[in-house]
Structures are given as C-alpha cells and as structure tokens.
C-alpha cells in the first residue's frame, strides 16, 4: 500500500477534523499530494493539492479559508486541516499522489493522478 488515508470520523456542525495521508518514501517524493472526496451518490471532487516542484497550493472554491492541505517531509505524510465543518462536507475523502509536475489547471483533475489512498470517512452532523 502506497497511500494510507486515516482521521475520519463524526464531528458536529462547525467542528474540526485533522486528516493525515502516509505514504511511501517513494511516492511522497511525488510533486503533487492532493485530497479529493465522494459524497453518496455523487462523483469524486477535488478539495486541495500541494505541488512540491511548482510551490502551488490549490483549493477547491468551497473549502477555500477553512480547510488547510500540509506536508511533512520527515514523516512522509500529508495532512489536510478540516476547520469550521459543515455537513455539506460529509464524504469519503481520499489521498492523492502524481508523480511529475502538471499544469496548475490539471491538479484539480481526478484522473491526472497516479496513486490513491483508500479513502477515510468524514460525517458531519447539523
């Protein structure tokens, strides 16, 4: 296993959840770590990505000013700081790796990603 997701679980309305990503020396070395999720019923979005290379930091329009994406190079993990929840964020989110550098555009792409975690549930009760 390359990608392991963990740090889901329920939390109240305006809650905070820190989810972390550990990953293999060899695919944390990736350029891009990013976060996705899945609600029921709908597709896989995009939530955030962290370009080593390019020093880009992307957040999805719904997260933006509440949710914080990190990287720990010494523990070969990724983070993703959950702050102010609301239940419209109630999904599994999952962990994401590419391996080379991609136009900025193209990180909020689910398939412009070569690894993928197993995902972690979130629930946010109102």
């Known amino acids: 296993v390359q990608l392991q997701a963990s740090g889901g679980g329920l939390v109240q309305d305006g809650g905070s959840l820190r989810l972390s990503c550990a990953a293999s020396a060899r695919t944390f070395t990736s350029d891009i770590m990013a976060w996705f999720r899945q609600a029921p019923g709908k597709e896989r979005e995009f939530v955030a990505a962290?370009?080593?290379?390019?020093?880009?930091?992307l957040y999805a329009d719904s997260v933006k000013g509440r949710f914080t994406i990190s990287r720990d190079n010494a523990k070969n993990t990724v983070y993703l700081q959950m702050n102010s929840l609301k239940p419209e964020d109630t999904a599994v989110y999952y962990c994401?790796?590419?391996?080379?550098?991609?136009?900025?555009?193209?990180?909020?792409?689910?398939?412009?990603?070569?690894?993928w975690g197993q995902g972690t549930q979130v629930t946010v009760s109102s």
């Open positions: 962290n370009s080593r290379g390019g020093g880009n930091t």
């Open positions: 994401a790796a590419r391996t080379r550098r991609i136009i900025v555009s193209a990180m909020r792409l689910v398939g412009s990603y070569d690894s």
